[in-house]
Nanobody, 128 residues
Framework: LRCSCRLWGGLVQAGGSLRLSCAASGFTFDDYAFGWFRQAPGKEREGVSCISTRDGGTYYADSVKGRFTISSDNAKNTVYLQMNSLKPEDTAVYYC?????????????????????RGKGTQVTVSS
């Protein structure tokens, strides 16, 4: 599972935007839900957003609701996270993961280590 960050290596000023992409290979894309997680220095990993590749249903943590948008391109086996109105507190390493499509999304986002596939992570830094 490849997790890549576009735009100047993930460094952006507060209020700016950044788009993360996650390209899946080696497994059937449509069989899994995908999500983005993040971990800031000294903090626990947080589930940010997830999407079902079956029905397109999405879920967002309150901390990013209204600012982030998750989407998937099933033809390209790729999931995106569009991040707008970025804040310094969004600074973290962001991880993409794929797991079972079943269960409540808020519970799904609590189970990073239970995902079937996990990306290596990419640093996002938002300067004030």
């Amino acid at each position: 599972l490849r997790c890549s960050c576009r735009l100047w290596g993930g460094l952006v000023q507060a209020g700016g935007s950044l788009r993360l992409s996650c390209a899946a290979s080696g497994f059937t894309f449509d069989d899994y839900a995908f999500g983005w997680f993040r971990q800031a220095p000294g903090k626990e990993r947080e589930g940010v957003s997830c999407i079902s590749t079956r029905d397109g249903g999405t879920y967002y943590a309150d901390s990013v609701k209204g600012r982030f948008t998750i989407s998937s391109d099933n033809a390209k086996n790729t999931v995106y996270l569009q991040m707008n109105s970025l804040k310094p507190e969004d600074t973290a390493v962001y991880y993409c993961a794929a797991g079972s499509q079943f269960g409540p999304p808020e519970v799904w986002l609590e189970n990073f280590h239970g995902m079937d596939y996990r990306g290596k992570g990419t640093q996002v830094t938002v300067s004030s």
